[in-house]
């Protein structure tokens, strides 16, 4: 990650778009190697946002909580991703997997 970062540190630009979805997960300390005063772009956020509104407007939004329960669909079985999720979730995750 560093050798890929330290590539565009001498760029000329004014943002970043953070644009695949694990790089938020990362966003301070790309902040921190790339040492300029940029504007940071996530786009989980901006996405996340887009749907929120949508679901609103079309008034699909599920007002009903589950209290500590997590649920990820996945659709391929993949190791690092099941610890990854339990390491960013806790163990109060429940893992459905689909075909697709």
């Not at 772009?41 to 599920?62: A, M, P, Q, V």
């Not at 909580?65 to 099941?82: A, C, L, Q, R």
């Amino acid at each position: 990650m560093n050798k890929s970062l330290n590539k565009i540190q001498n760029i000329d630009y004014d943002y970043l778009l953070l644009g695949c979805t694990h790089y938020p997960l990362i966003e301070n300390k790309i902040k921190l190697l790339i040492k300029k005063k940029i504007k940071i772009i996530n786009s989980n956020k901006i996405i996340s946002k887009y749907i929120y509104d949508k679901l609103f407007e079309n008034k699909l939004l599920n007002n009903k909580i589950k209290k500590n329960i997590i649920e990820i669909y996945y659709s391929k079985y993949d190791e690092s991703f099941i610890n990854s999720a339990k390491i960013f979730f806790g163990n109060n995750i429940k893992l459905t997997k689909h075909e697709i």
